[in-house]
């Protein structure tokens, strides 16, 4: 039998439509449904022996970083680590498979260890805008110290847009010193600029970045991207075919074809202006979007849908949303009821949520943007009331 | 005074929101390199300098010696790094994970067999339960190709010949007490 399913490797990589194709050939073929359930079983049965063996794989993490150098563990961590030495020990002798995750993490505290010494000479005490995507974030996770508060407030400079923009290929083509990012269809990657923005490019898409330093921050785009850009004194210029896109220091994306660019702001401020006449500009609000068609001026902002727009980075942009509409995006993608304590609901909250997180970091993080709580898991659903209840 | 300096350190402790940013906005670049140095330009690389961040961030007060930072840094990157291999941060992989078919799908109580477990373990080569343990322990195949220093095709094909040899055990299960009511 060649059925797909003979090959347990592909079962990761099915589509839902696959999956219920699996289901479907599963109720038909009761060879399939037995070799399957044996083949559950037999990796439940390994995975509960480890799980058995090894019920805390920090200690293994720790094991191996102090093998290599005793002097990184902290007292606390040491005395946890000889208490369990016996059973760990017995774990690696009975599991092969953990001598290959030790040497893991001891390539990693290496590989740490040679960057740390690389790059502390050139540490500068002084902050580093980098960070103000990095406050947002760990804003949405550690939410009951004051200082994390304070960064998801500054995240509030923050700007996220998608234009859908254009670039003529010519011009990609014959322009030296740009280098070159390219995605193939159905790939994404994100690249690093020097400055420390990053830009994820969507499928089917082209960025060249200049790489002269003239004091100017600029890209040029075909097909489509979501920038994280780090604020600076010097501003963020995206060209392309039909339009200038520039930012001061934002979070934002931009898809281009050769006809238009069309702009989306999720947070912050940007300026959109015609190519050839810069003069003709428009500034967006959060929550707008403008385009510009051609030679023409850019059109006059009206409200845009970030969340669905920008929903291929694999982040929902919600700003000034109301709660109950985001506890609704978040029940249906994660397929769990998330409900909101009434008094709740019409607040409204801002921010970026990655949908790739587990539904109780994304409940728990919806709960702490409204100085709430969380009540419930993820088998019955969450439901979201005030802190003092 | 640069920002890991042991004063620096504790005056962040102490509860200096200026020194504890200018500590974190030093970590930062440095681990941004470390994590796409370990796993390349994934887009996951934001999240894990955030996350990393975070656990310096709460950990903090409960660093004893300021002196060791870089110590406290290291570990935090490494235990976030390993929560990525391990497959946190794939959220969808826990939705529904197709390589975990139903419980009983088919199921084996129906068929009436007795699925010999014990046996089933004693078929597989270290090799291939070697792959397997690493696959429970959230490792994707990638990450398990290069921890065992092959191919990501050359682990698919180990896993999918113990499948087949599984399989193999089952069939002549089943066909056993149907030879002995024809012999």
Do not use: C
């Amino acid at each position: 039998m060649n059925h797909p399913l003979y090959d347990p490797t592909l079962f990761e990589a099915l589509a839902p439509a696959e999956q219920e194709a699996l289901r479907r050939a599963l109720g038909d073929d009761a060879s399939a449904a037995d070799a399957l359930a044996l083949w559950a079983a037999l990796r439940a049965r390994l995975g509960a022996d480890l799980r058995h063996d090894l019920p805390d794989v920090d200690l293994l993490v720790l094991y191996a970083i102090g093998e290599d150098d005793p002097a990184a563990l902290a007292p606390e961590e040491e005395a946890r680590l000889i208490a369990a030495r016996p059973s760990l020990e017995r774990a690696i002798a009975a599991h092969p498979a953990l001598d290959d995750v030790i040497r893991r993490v001891r390539a990693d505290h290496a590989a740490f260890d040679a960057l740390w010494e690389e790059e502390m000479p050139a540490q500068s005490a002084e902050p580093h805008d980098e960070m103000l995507p990095v406050r947002q974030r760990a804003a949405d996770r550690a939410p009951e110290r004051p200082a994390a508060r304070r960064w998801a407030w500054r995240s509030a400079a923050a700007v996220a847009v998608v234009a859908f923009a254009a670039i003529l290929v010519f011009i990609l083509q014959r322009d030296a010193g740009f280098e070159t990012y390219e995605t193939a269809a159905g790939e994404t990657r994100t690249v690093t600029l020097d400055d420390g923005s990053t830009v994820m490019l969507a499928a089917s898409s082209r960025l060249l970045v200049e790489t002269e330093d003239n004091g100017e921050r600029r890209v040029r785009l075909a097909g489509e991207a979501l920038f994280e850009v780090v604020p600076s004194d010097e501003p963020f210029v995206v060209e392309t075919a039909t339009a200038l896109t520039t930012v001061l220091g934002t979070t934002f994306g931009v898809e281009a074809n050769e006809l238009e660019t069309d702009v989306v702001l999720a947070n912050g401020s940007v300026k959109l202006a015609t190519r050839l006449e810069p003069e003709q500009s428009v500034r967006l609000e959060p929550g707008q979007r403008s385009r510009v068609v051609g030679g023409q001026p850019p059109e006059p902002p009206v409200r845009a849908d970030v969340v669905e727009t920008l929903a291929w980075t694999g982040t929902w942009y919600f700003h000034n949303a109301p709660a109950d509409e985001v506890a609704a995006r978040f029940s249906t993608h994660y397929g769990v009821p998330i409900l909101l304590d009434p008094s709740l609901a019409a607040v409204r909250v801002g921010g970026a949520y990655s949908a790739d997180r587990p539904v109780e970091e994304s409940s728990q993080a919806l709960a702490v943007s409204l100085g709430a709580r969380t009540e419930g898991d993820a088998t019955s659903g969450f439901r979201i009331v005030p802190a003092g209840r | 005074m640069h920002a890991f300096d042991s004063d620096a350190v504790l005056q962040a402790q102490a509860g200096d929101d200026e020194a504890r940013e200018r500590l974190l906005h030093a970590l930062a670049p440095i681990l941004r390199r470390f994590f796409l140095s370990r796993i390349g330009g994934r887009p996951d690389v934001d999240d894990l300098i955030q996350n990393t961040l975070l656990r310096v961030h709460t950990g903090l007060e409960a660093l004893q010696n300021p002196a060791r930072l870089k110590a406290f840094a290291m570990k935090a990157a490494v235990f976030e790094l390993h929560d990525f291999y391990r497959g946190r941060y794939s959220g969808r992989e826990y939705l529904y994970d197709p390589d975990r078919p139903p419980a009983d799908p088919g199921g084996t109580e129906s068929a009436g067999l007795r699925v010999d477990l014990e046996r089933a373990l004693e078929a597989l080569t270290p090799k291939a339960r070697r792959i397997i343990e690493l696959r429970e322990m959230g490792y994707p195949y990638k990450d398990i190709a290069e921890m065992v220093e092959t191919t990501e095709a050359a682990v698919k094909m180990q896993v999918k010949r113990a499948f087949e040899r599984l399989r193999a055990e089952l069939l002549a299960l089943v066909l056993s007490p149907l030879s002995l009511l024809f012999s």
